[in-house]
């Protein structure tokens, strides 16, 4: 059997001992290592063996593939099994407990369904957190760097997991923060999976709305895109030929975004083409239209974080020893900047994240993060990113149509920027399907009574105002908007109606791609010919919005839509058809159970979870099939 040792594990004074220990359970000796079998239950199952007469050593198996592999977790000195991280109080009587069943023991693990997903063939160690977790030789060369470390990974690539490992390094006052509250609260739970504490460390994950409340409470209520659309309705008379949703990234990603300040008018009109959404001759009228929103915001009692950002540079006090911001892509540069002011030594941080899931209006640019550190351009440009193009989430078949959607985006609009000009290798082990199906009455409710109780089972729309026509269809409560799938994932995925309902810009998206020109294996770095052309800006959300969908689901993708011969699907190799392939043995909500709570719950945020604990933000689901309503020690 092979053995695998948790990177926390700490075997000094019994070295030796351990080390023939190892050996025995290598060799599938369990009665020679006096294995026997301490906590059984349908979510957790672990093992001890004997060091000496006082000493314990806690184990447990765990699946790769078809193959069974013995996790070296934890020392237990004498006999104190009350003092385990991972039995978290239970109470052990050793003369009870019964010996090992290598042949049952090895047929549990096999049922495991979470298993390990990827093992690096030369490397033993692993990390752990919901769920143990083996780094490839990319992700542990980031792990063991130093700050500063700017990283760039595809969705499934480990990021967050990277950057929670590298978090655990740090210590004194640590942060953790990202744009989205789902996110920040799953990245916490996480991090304290299994009964992790750090003693010389006090961590707290926080939203960047939330962040902001820590340095001071912005007076009145945040503009959202729906304040901004209601307002603009009644301006655009005097806009004509100016479109609202570009107006706003405008507004957030460029005139308020940048770290050295609001751009005055001059400064504006006076940007390159590719700083800038919109043509030079269209410029006067959108900083007009800026003037009227900041009076705007001002009569309306609202706030625009970006100005809030602007205002609050010289509020920011040194607080944090150590900071990580998870998918920066979110954050504008004044957003970032007002974050590092936080920071008792500069440098001391890790950024990560992923031009291709850009869904919020920021005008995001690898070399415009990399200038908020250095300011001088040709310094900056020689600064090095840390790339990650392994996909440790989706099954194949995900990836592929994932993959295929990053060659029409660049072949329609040309490369990105050089940073993320990959594609993607899957190595989670399952093939899993990517099944489009007619939007008829007859397939929801099929997908709907197969899937309604399953936790391993969630539906995706494209913004928040479609949820209240899929709750018509699915009675799952795991329904989020693209907005609130960052970090999230699931065994099965649907997406509902993200094509059909936008018609016209996925159209726009699929023009003048050639299906040929697709089959390759690789992206050139080749920007668009066409420095004025601003379609790139015009159709990134609904492009980055879907790129972030299909990349949710670990097996299966089910595309409900009722435009299903749309140029689009045609471009993606998707045709209709499929069966909907729920795993039966999945857990489900049952009657009288818990079911997640509201969005509005208001549970302590940054509170490390115990053994036990019932907290709002406990019982809310988190997003991951591996941690729901059960023990944060199950993996």
């Given at each position: 059997?092979?053995?695998?040792?948790?990177?926390?594990?700490?075997?000094?004074?019994?070295?030796?001992?351990?080390?023939?220990?190892?050996?025995?359970?290598?060799?599938?000796?369990?009665?020679?290592?006096?294995?026997?079998?301490?906590?059984?239950?349908?979510?957790?199952?672990?093992?001890?063996?004997?060091?000496?007469?006082?000493?314990?050593?806690?184990?447990?198996?765990?699946?790769?593939?078809?193959?069974?592999?013995?996790?070296?977790?934890?020392?237990?000195?004498?006999?104190?099994?009350?003092?385990?991280?991972?039995?978290?109080?239970?109470?052990i009587d050793e003369a009870r407990i019964p010996d090992v069943d290598l042949a049952e023991a090895r047929q549990e693990a096999m049922q495991d369904?979470?298993?390990?997903?990827?093992?690096?063939?030369?490397?033993?160690?692993?990390?752990?957190?919901?769920?143990?977790?083996?780094?490839?030789?990319?992700?542990?060369?980031?792990?063991?760097?130093?700050?500063?470390?700017?990283?760039?990974?595809?969705?499934?690539?480990?990021?967050?997991?990277?950057?929670?490992?590298?978090?655990?390094?740090?210590?004194?006052?640590?942060?953790?923060?990202?744009?989205?509250?789902?996110?920040?609260?799953?990245?916490?739970?996480?991090?304290?999976?299994?009964?992790?504490?750090?003693?010389g460390q006090d961590a707290v994950f926080l939203s960047y709305r939330e962040f902001l409340e820590t340095i001071r409470q912005p007076a009145g209520?945040?503009?959202?895109?729906?304040?901004?659309?209601?307002?603009?309705?009644?301006?655009?008379?005097?806009?004509?030929?100016?479109?609202?949703?570009?107006?706003?990234?405008?507004?957030?990603?460029?005139?308020?975004?940048?770290?050295?300040?609001?751009?005055?008018?001059?400064?504006?009109?006076?940007?390159?083409?590719?700083?800038?959404?919109?043509?030079?001759?269209?410029?006067?009228?959108?900083?007009?239209?800026?003037?009227?929103?900041?009076?705007?915001?001002?009569?309306?009692?609202?706030?625009?974080?970006?100005?809030?950002?602007?205002?609050?540079?010289?509020?920011?006090?040194?607080?944090?020893?150590?900071?990580?911001?998870?998918?920066?892509?979110?954050?504008?540069?004044?957003?970032?900047?007002?974050?590092l002011r936080t920071l008792r030594q500069p440098g001391q941080f890790l950024l990560c994240g992923d031009s291709n899931q850009i869904v919020h209006?920021?005008?995001?640019?690898?070399?415009?993060?990399?200038?908020?550190?250095?300011?001088?351009?040709?310094?900056?440009?020689?600064?090095?990113?840390?790339?990650?193009?392994?996909?440790?989430?989706?099954?194949?078949?995900?990836?592929?149509?994932?993959?295929?959607?990053?060659?029409?985006?660049?072949?329609?609009?040309?490369?990105?920027?050089?940073?993320?000009?990959?594609?993607?290798?899957?190595?989670?082990?399952?093939?899993?399907?990517?099944?489009?199906?007619?939007?008829?009455?007859?397939?929801?409710?099929?997908?709907?009574?197969?899937?309604?109780?399953?936790?391993?089972?969630?539906?995706?729309?494209?913004?928040?105002?479609?949820?209240?026509?899929?709750?018509?269809?699915?009675?799952?409560?795991?329904?989020?908007?693209?907005?609130?799938?960052?970090?999230?994932?699931?065994?099965?995925?649907?997406?509902?109606?993200?094509?059909?309902?936008?018609?016209?810009?996925?159209?726009?998206?699929?023009?003048?791609?050639?299906?040929?020109?697709?089959?390759?294996?690789?992206?050139?770095?080749?920007?668009?010919?066409?420095?004025?052309?601003?379609?790139?800006?015009?159709?990134?959300?609904?492009?980055?919005?879907?790129?972030?969908?299909?990349?949710?689901?670990?097996?299966?993708?089910?595309?409900?839509?009722?435009?299903?011969?749309?140029?689009?699907?045609?471009?993606?190799?998707?045709?209709?058809?499929?069966?909907?392939?729920?795993?039966?043995?999945?857990?489900?909500?049952?009657?009288?159970?818990?079911?997640?709570?509201?969005?509005?719950?208001?549970?302590?945020?940054?509170?490390?979870?115990?053994?036990?604990?019932?907290?709002?933000?406990?019982?809310?689901?988190?997003?991951?099939?591996?941690?729901?309503?059960?023990?944060?020690?199950?993996?």
């Amino acid at each position: 059997m092979k053995v695998l040792q948790y990177i926390g594990l700490d075997t000094t004074g019994v070295t030796a001992a351990y080390r023939k220990v190892v050996a025995a359970i290598e060799r599938d000796d369990f009665a020679g290592a006096q294995a026997k079998k301490l906590v059984s239950h349908s979510h957790a199952k672990f093992y001890r063996a004997r060091l000496n007469d006082a000493d314990r050593l806690l184990f447990s198996l765990v699946r790769h593939g078809d193959e069974v592999c013995a996790l070296m977790l934890e020392v237990i000195l004498n006999h104190d099994y009350d003092k385990s991280r991972f039995l978290r109080g239970a109470v052990i009587d050793e003369a009870r407990i019964p010996d090992v069943d290598l042949a049952e023991a090895r047929q549990e693990a096999m049922q495991d369904p979470t298993p390990l997903r990827y093992l690096r063939p030369d490397s033993t160690t692993v990390h752990l957190l919901d769920k143990p977790i083996s780094f490839d030789a990319a992700q542990d060369e980031i792990y063991h760097l130093p700050a500063p470390l700017i990283v760039v990974g595809s969705a499934g690539s480990g990021k967050t997991v990277l950057t929670l490992e590298k978090l655990k390094q740090a210590t004194g006052e640590v942060l953790y923060v990202t744009h989205s509250t789902f996110l920040a609260r799953n990245a916490r739970d996480l991090y304290y999976a299994n009964g992790y504490e750090h003693p010389g460390q006090d961590a707290v994950f926080l939203s960047y709305r939330e962040f902001l409340e820590t340095i001071r409470q912005p007076a009145g209520r945040e503009a959202l895109w729906r304040d901004f659309a209601g307002w603009f309705d009644g301006v655009r008379v005097g806009f004509k030929g100016i479109d609202a949703h570009q107006a706003f990234e405008e507004i957030r990603g460029v005139i308020t975004a940048g770290s050295a300040g609001v751009c005055d008018r001059a400064a504006y009109l006076a940007l390159g083409i590719r700083q800038s959404i919109f043509a030079a001759e269209q410029r006067p009228a959108l900083y007009d239209l800026f003037d009227k929103y900041r009076a705007w915001l001002a009569a309306a009692g609202l706030f625009d974080v970006n100005l809030i950002a602007q205002q609050w540079q010289s509020l920011a006090a040194p607080r944090y020893d150590f900071v990580v911001i998870d998918e920066v892509q979110d954050l504008t540069a004044i957003q970032l900047a007002l974050v590092l002011r936080t920071l008792r030594q500069p440098g001391q941080f890790l950024l990560c994240g992923d031009s291709n899931q850009i869904v919020h209006p920021n005008f995001f640019s690898w070399a415009t993060v990399r200038s908020v550190f250095w300011h001088d351009p040709a310094l900056a440009e020689r600064q090095a990113l840390r790339v990650l193009t392994t996909n440790f989430r989706n099954g194949t078949a995900a990836t592929r149509v994932a993959n295929q959607l990053l060659k029409i985006k660049q072949q329609r609009f040309g490369s990105i920027d050089r940073e993320s000009n990959f594609l993607v290798d899957s190595v989670g082990g399952t093939t899993g399907q990517v099944a489009l199906m007619a939007d008829k009455d007859t397939v929801k409710r099929e997908l709907d009574r197969q899937t309604r109780q399953s936790t391993r089972f969630a539906v995706l729309v494209m913004r928040d105002e479609d949820k209240a026509a899929a709750r018509q269809h699915f009675g799952t409560p795991l329904l989020f908007s693209i907005h609130e799938a960052k970090g999230l994932e699931y065994d099965n995925i649907v997406l509902y109606r993200f094509v059909s309902d936008h018609r016209a810009e996925f159209a726009g998206i699929a023009e003048g791609v050639d299906k040929a020109a697709l089959e390759v294996d690789s992206l050139e770095y080749r920007r668009a010919r066409d420095k004025s052309d601003k379609t790139a800006e015009v159709y990134k959300f609904f492009v980055n919005a879907l790129y972030v969908a299909l990349t949710r689901a670990v097996s299966n993708l089910y595309l409900v839509e009722s435009d299903t011969i749309h140029p689009l699907f045609d471009l993606l190799d998707l045709a209709t058809g499929g069966a909907v392939q729920v795993d039966k043995a999945a857990r489900r909500w049952k009657t009288g159970r818990r079911k997640p709570a509201s969005s509005n719950c208001k549970a302590s945020r940054n509170r490390p979870r115990r053994s036990g604990a019932t907290s709002c933000a406990r019982r809310r689901y988190r997003g991951r099939s591996s941690i729901l309503i059960k023990p944060v020690s199950s993996w």
